[in-house]
Nanobody, 118 residues
Framework: QVQLVESGGGLVQAGGSLRLSCAAS????????MAWYRQAPGKQRELVAE???????TYVDSVKGRFTISRDSAKNTVYLQMNSLKLEDTAVYYC????????????WGQGTQVTVSS
């Protein structure tokens, strides 16, 4: 089992930047897939960005070119750098992990609120 703890959320003006961090309680080297999800009020949770242990990344179209996911296995931490933030990026952001491609997203953090204001 692994615990994930997100940090870095907050209130930011549109066009600004935030960096979210997800600290794991143990090594993430065996967790092939790490990701950031988000859930806005009244909406379903959506996958924002995913990164494999090999460093391959995927993004939802709405954040491509603005968000960057990265992982630092030495620090057992996953990051989400968010630039050019928009009002529609307002949501609770969750860190998640799954051991392999056929695994469910077994590991979840408690979430961190990101609020983008005009």
């Amino acid at each position: 089992q692994v615990q994930l703890v997100e940090s870095g959320g907050g209130l930011v003006q549109a066009g600004g930047s935030l960096r979210l961090s997800c600290a794991a309680s143990r090594s993430i080297s065996s967790i092939d897939f790490m990701a950031w999800y988000r859930q806005a009020p009244g909406k379903q949770r959506e996958l924002v960005a995913e990164i494999t242990s090999g460093g391959s990344t995927t993004y939802v179209d709405s954040v491509k070119g603005r968000f960057t996911i990265s992982r630092d296995s030495a620090k057992n931490t996953v990051y989400l750098q968010m630039n050019s933030l928009k009002l529609e990026d307002t949501a609770v952001y969750y860190c998640a992990g799954r051991p392999g491609v056929r695994s469910a997203w077994n590991y979840w953090g408690q979430g961190t609120q990101v609020t983008v204001s005009s």
